[in-house]
Nanobody, 121 residues
Framework: VQLQASGGGLVQAGGSLKLSCAAS????????IHWYRQAPGKQRELVAR???????TYADPAKGRFTISRDNPKNAVYLQMNSLKPEDTAVYYC????????????????WGQGTLVTVSS
């Protein structure tokens, strides 16, 4: 399984970016896709999740600003990020195969290489 994340870059606060994640080598349609991010000096955190059914889940910082979507024929998942803030600066990773457990959302075993998002104030 290979995941290729793209779309990061430098944007001013209040701006928008759309991240993409292309998957190959997997039964994409049957798997949930997660976006995680890791800021400098911080732990990796979940940003958003889209299940195989299309059901979405967002972490609190992403609610109302970010939208996750998937295009199954293209084996792709997107993260539209609006109203970006400097605290959104991080490397963003897509993740395939995670699941919802009693204690929370567990990431899957497959990770993309990450794409850097930098939001300037």
């Amino acid at each position: 399984v290979q995941l290729q994340a793209s779309g990061g870059g430098l944007v001013q606060a209040g701006g928008s970016l759309k991240l993409s994640c292309a998957a190959s080598g997997s039964d994409f349609t049957r798997n949930a896709i997660h976006w995680y991010r890791q800021a400098p000096g911080k732990q990796r955190e979940l940003v958003a999740r889209i299940g195989s059914s299309g059901r979405t889940t967002y972490a609190d910082p992403a609610k109302g600003r970010f939208t996750i979507s998937r295009d199954n024929p293209k084996n792709a998942v997107y993260l539209q990020m609006n109203s970006l803030k400097p605290e959104d600066t991080a490397v963003y990773y897509c993740n395939l195969g995670g699941r919802i457990a009693v204690g929370g959302i567990i990431p899957g075993p497959y990770w993309g290489q990450g794409t850097l998002v930098t939001v300037s104030s």
